[in-house]
């Protein structure tokens, strides 16, 4: 995700790159960016120095795991910078601090940053809300054998969504969890009733869907106030 990120970012004349962070003793730091990507040198070098990375930025784009994450985090409140996070698979407790963060710093925080999965977390309220308990409601999830979370956090955030709009409890939305093979990322939510059933599905053809929300968040974010926004404001903000 970081590698396409940064290679959107270098072909966006709305955004310039400043920085590349990689995990300390990864062999890509110090390797400038345009060369890692297979593309001309652009003089921007991976570094593992956090501070460093920041210095130049305006905002800052995060796709880690949940503990460097929170290492993140905290730099970036304390350097006064917005922070986009697509991470997923962080508990309630490091969701709290990433909260606490937001009071002082603007955070975008999104278990996916695809455009067309948040329209469907709309989509799935509204047929949540519209049909009612009469329709039992599923949510089947399939990623790559190599995903670490299961459920994933969008399916984790699409029960939570149907489970406001029905009144019910998050628990009691069942989720089907498949890893196999090189899937990016499908989810289908379905409300099957009687003599019928409503399929909603999401398919990710390429992980460039990711990192172009990614872009678009952080282009929304700059200038924000302090808050915690999600992806539904960069789509309202554009409507």
Do not use: W
Request: proline share 5%; net charge neutral.
């Amino acid at each position: 995700m970081g590698q396409r990120i940064m290679a959107l970012a270098l072909q966006n004349g709305a955004v310039t790159l400043v920085g590349g962070l990689e995990a300390s003793g990864h062999p890509a730091i110090g390797r400038d960016v345009g060369q890692l990507l297979g593309m001309p040198s652009v003089g921007v070098a991976v570094t593992d120095r956090v501070e460093a990375a920041l210095a130049g930025c305006d905002v800052l784009i995060e796709f880690t795991r949940p503990e460097p994450t929170l290492e993140h985090v905290r730099a970036a409140r304390q350097l006064k910078k917005p922070i986009v996070i697509g991470t997923t698979g962080c508990t309630e407790a490091q969701r709290g601090e990433i909260a606490r963060a937001a009071e002082e710093i603007p955070v975008l925080f999104s278990p996916n940053m695809s455009l067309g999965v948040n329209v469907l977390f709309e989509l799935v309220q509204t047929a949540a809300k519209r049909l009612g308990p009469a329709y039992d409601l599923d949510v089947i999830e399939a990623h790559h054998r190599t995903k670490q979370d299961a459920p994933s956090g969008t399916a984790k955030r699409l029960i939570e969504l149907a489970a406001q709009a029905r009144g019910q409890q998050p628990k009691d939305i069942p989720v089907h969890a498949i890893r196999a093979g090189d899937i990016i990322g499908d989810h289908t939510v379905v409300l099957a009733g009687p003599f019928e059933r409503l399929e909603l599905t999401h398919r990710a053809h390429h992980r460039d869907a990711f990192a172009v929300g990614a872009l678009r968040a952080a282009q929304f974010l700059h200038a924000r106030p302090a808050g915690l926004y999600d992806m539904t404001d960069v789509l309202r903000a554009a409507a």
